[in-house]
């Protein structure tokens, strides 16, 4: 079992940065592949980023690419999304979710979520 919780969301105008942070709880964080998902109003949910267990291979969304950023800490158990010359198409509930084996991009594929943090970004 593991129990993610998200923090560092916000209101910030349109070419700032927030970095996002999910605590997992649980000895055995480091064999979890990490996403971060979003979903903003009247949409569906969508990946933004993910990383393996190891923190050896990512993938990004292509509207992020160049401009966010995915790490993990395994000693501290927790993943990062460090997000940059953000837009306001960024705006949405940004989740964290973790699964065993390798990561995915497709939200179903993974076992824990956390509550969501709230990104807002202003033009």
């Known amino acids: 079992q593991v129990q993610l919780v998200e923090s560092g969301g916000g209101l910030v105008q349109a070419g700032g940065s927030l970095r996002l942070s999910c605590a997992a709880s649980g000895r055995t964080f480091s064999s979890y592949a990490m996403g971060w998902f979003r979903q903003a109003p009247g949409k569906e949910r969508e990946i933004v980023a993910a990383i393996s267990w190891g923190a050896g291979d990512t993938y990004y969304a292509e509207s992020v690419k160049g401009r966010f950023t995915i790490s993990r800490d395994n000693n501290k158990n927790t993943v990062y999304l460090q997000m940059n010359s953000l837009k306001p198409e960024d705006t949405a509930v940004y989740y964290c979710?973790?699964?065993?084996?390798?990561?995915?991009?497709?939200?179903?594929?993974?076992?824990?979520w956390g509550q969501g943090t709230q990104v807002t970004v202003s033009s």
């Open positions: 979710a973790a699964r065993t084996h390798y990561y995915s991009d497709i939200d179903s594929d993974y076992d824990y």
